[in-house]
């Protein structure tokens, strides 16, 4: 979708390179029913956005669209798909969701830097505007939006505003590090297989509503288990019952904290976040006839995980 073509209910602004700049992006709005070219052009409520500055270790090529009025501003970030992988597979966008630090967020931000993944965080979600990770985004220029709206965040967005923003940004994948909201049905069903989710232990041990961070690892040295580890998985309508695409196994220690053990397994979840990712990415997930999500081998393809 051409960001010209989003945008043509706004302006007639020809496109500028800077990539510094402040702006916003309308958002749509949530008694619309129109499709997601027509949300951003339509809709009345605006969310300050900071353009993400261009990388030099990138092919990728960035534009910002703005226009400007005396009352009103917009714009929005556009990527070509010029950096291809040899076999002609285009770099994805990606959308990650963020309730604190955001130390997973920050892994996988680095790995797209670095060119480990194939791919770009194109916006960050949070539902806590001050939390870590929303902070570490807007340092390093990348979006941020605030879902979803609550008393406590009365400026965050509906779930019908947070699909077309995800839309209009042509988002892939849409990653959960750390986010502590169920996502709601209307991002499940616009992303189906799309949006995956970390957890940290074997699940379907030690999961669902309320389990999370150091709760999990304080129920695991309880429990008595002699083994943890991160996994991940697609999302579904409900807390950590989606397929799992992978895991990886950590020792329980005899006399672990759940500091100590939270430590090892955060470790192992920012290794693991990263190689899904860029399996991801590279277009190696594939589905069994079970409905199973395999992760193919890039040096075998007929190996699978």
């Given at each position: 979708m051409e960001v010209q073509h989003l945008l043509s209910g706004f302006c007639s602004t020809p496109m500028v390179q800077n990539p510094k700049t402040q702006f916003f992006a309308?958002?749509?709005?949530?008694?619309?029913?129109?499709?997601?070219?027509?949300?951003?052009?339509?809709?009345?409520?605006?969310?300050?956005?900071?353009?993400?500055?261009?990388?030099?270790?990138?092919?990728?090529?960035?534009?910002?669209?703005?226009?400007?009025?005396?009352?009103?501003?917009?714009?929005?970030?556009?990527?070509?798909?010029?950096?291809?992988?040899?076999?002609?597979?285009?770099?994805?966008?990606?959308?990650?969701?963020?309730?604190?630090?955001?130390?997973?967020?920050?892994s996988i931000h680095e790995a797209?830097?670095?060119?480990?993944i194939h791919g770009d965080?194109?916006?960050?979600?949070?539902?806590?505007?001050?939390?870590?990770?929303?902070?570490?985004?807007?340092?390093?220029?990348?979006?941020?939006?605030?879902?979803?709206?609550?008393?406590?965040?009365?400026?965050?967005?509906?779930?019908i505003d947070?699909?077309?923003?995800?839309?209009?940004?042509?988002v892939d994948f849409v990653l959960l590090a750390g986010y502590l909201q169920l996502i709601p049905v209307e991002l499940i069903q616009a992303y189906p297989r799309s949006i995956v989710n970390?957890?940290?232990?074997l699940l379907p041990a030690f999961g669902g509503k309320g389990n999370y961070g150091m709760r999990v690892h304080k129920a695991v040295i309880a429990s008595g288990a002699r083994y943890t580890g991160p996994t991940i998985h697609f999302v579904d309508e409900h807390y950590d019952t989606g397929?799992?695409?992978?895991?990886?196994?950590?020792?329980?220690?005899?006399?672990?904290?759940?500091?100590?053990?939270?430590?090892?397994?955060?470790?192992?979840?920012h290794r693991l976040y990263v190689e899904v990712i860029t399996a991801l990415c590279e277009e190696r997930i594939s589905w069994r006839e079970d409905g199973v999500p395999i992760i193919r081998s890039k040096e075998n393809p007929n190996e699978y995980s």
């Open positions: 309308r958002l749509p709005s949530s008694s619309s029913s129109s499709t997601a070219s027509t949300y951003f052009a339509q809709s009345h409520k605006w969310v300050s956005f900071k353009a993400c500055p261009c990388n030099s270790q990138r092919a990728l090529s960035r534009k910002v669209v703005e226009c400007r009025s005396s009352t009103e501003r917009t714009g929005v970030i556009a990527s070509s798909d010029s950096e291809d992988l040899g076999n002609g597979i285009r770099r994805k966008k990606l959308a990650v969701f963020v309730s604190g630090g955001g130390s997973n967020f920050r797209c830097i670095r060119g480990s965080i194109v916006v960050l979600v949070t539902n806590k505007q001050g939390c870590g990770g929303a902070d570490y985004a807007r340092d390093k220029g990348l979006p941020v939006v605030l879902f979803p709206k609550t008393k406590k965040e009365p400026d965050g967005i509906s779930p947070l699909v077309a923003v995800l839309r209009g940004l042509e970390i957890h940290p232990s397929r799992i695409l992978a895991q990886r196994v950590v020792p329980v220690r005899a006399n672990d904290t759940a500091e100590e053990l939270a430590a090892r397994v955060l470790r192992e979840e």
